[in-house]
Nanobody, 121 residues
Framework: QVHLVESGGGLAQPGGALRLSCVAS????????MRWHRQAPGNQRDLVAS???????TYADAVKGRFTISRDDAKNTVYLQMNSLKPEDTAVYYCSMFVRRNRVTGASAYWGQGAQVTVSS
């Protein structure tokens, strides 16, 4: 079993910054893609950023130039640095990872519990 725990959410003012962390624990052989998603009230869940095991980065247009995704494989952790926050960034942020539990098993997706990010003055 694999368990993902998120931290770092909270309240920020417009123009402020927050850093989200997501740590995976359990039986882990390797982690392929790591991703951040967000869902605002009344909206669908959207992909915010992703990073592959080869460190290929992708970002949603709405966050390009402001958010940075990174990973620390030694700690099984993915981060999302959020700068220049805007009210429209307010959402629940979810991390996901594609994890192989051992060399025999294929990769499966696992999800964090979600972290509330609120940007308001």
């Amino acid at each position: 079993q694999v368990h993902l725990v998120e931290s770092g959410g909270g309240l920020a003012q417009p123009g402020g910054a927050l850093r989200l962390s997501c740590v995976a624990s359990g039986s882990i052989f390797s982690i392929n893609g790591m991703r951040w998603h967000r869902q605002a009230p009344g909206n669908q869940r959207d992909l915010v950023a992703s990073i592959t095991s080869d460190l290929v980065l992708t970002y949603a247009d709405a966050v390009k130039g402001r958010f940075t995704i990174s990973r620390d494989d030694a700690k099984n952790t993915v981060y999302l640095q959020m700068n220049s926050l805007k009210p429209e960034d307010t959402a629940v942020y979810y991390c996901s990872m594609f994890v192989r539990r051992n060399r025999v098993t294929g990769a499966s997706a696992y999800w964090g519990q979600g972290a509330q990010v609120t940007v308001s003055s």
